[in-house]
């Protein structure tokens, strides 16, 4: 087995819109409330020093992966999750969430006939929703 750690954003991480999956072995979503409240007071803390001009990283935690090929598509592969499930997974809920608030936000916007953010809302709602929530992939297949 070759092993090659790589160190990256989380935003890299998904950049080339990776596709991630859980093997059955794998426990359920078990992140309760004080986990949660860690995640969020720790991007908090990034935000908070980003906007005060004192940028720092923050450390996501580890995620171990097995890279499978992906039959009939071109340089695509998919992750076999075995470890870090519950951060991936937190993030994307976290991701779904301001979606959900863009799109809530869309909506008022329109509703009240105020055109004029329209189209930032509706560009950041493109701009998430494929690179995080949303894989659409085809693949060749063989014909029998």
């Not at 950049?15 to 992140?31: D, T, V």
């Not at 992906?70 to 075995?82: D, L, M």
Request: aromatic fraction near 14%.
């Amino acid at each position: 087995m070759h092993i090659e750690p790589t160190y990256t954003s989380v935003g890299s991480l998904f950049q080339y819109r990776p596709m991630f999956f859980i093997p059955k072995y794998q426990r359920a979503y078990a992140w309760d409330s004080e986990s949660l409240s860690d995640f969020i007071k720790d991007l908090k803390n990034c935000f908070d020093k980003r906007q005060s001009d004192s940028p720092i990283n923050h450390f996501f935690g580890g995620v171990l992966s097995v890279k499978h090929y992906v039959s009939g598509a071109v340089n695509q592969h998919e992750y076999e999750i075995i470890d870090g499930q519950q951060r991936i997974a937190t993030f994307i809920l976290l991701v779904n969430r301001i979606i959900k608030n863009y799109e809530d936000l869309l909506s008022y916007v329109q509703d009240s006939g105020n055109s004029e953010n329209t189209s930032i809302i509706e560009g950041r709602i493109k701009l998430l929703k494929p690179r995080f929530i949303v894989f659409d992939l085809i693949c060749n297949s063989e014909s029998n």
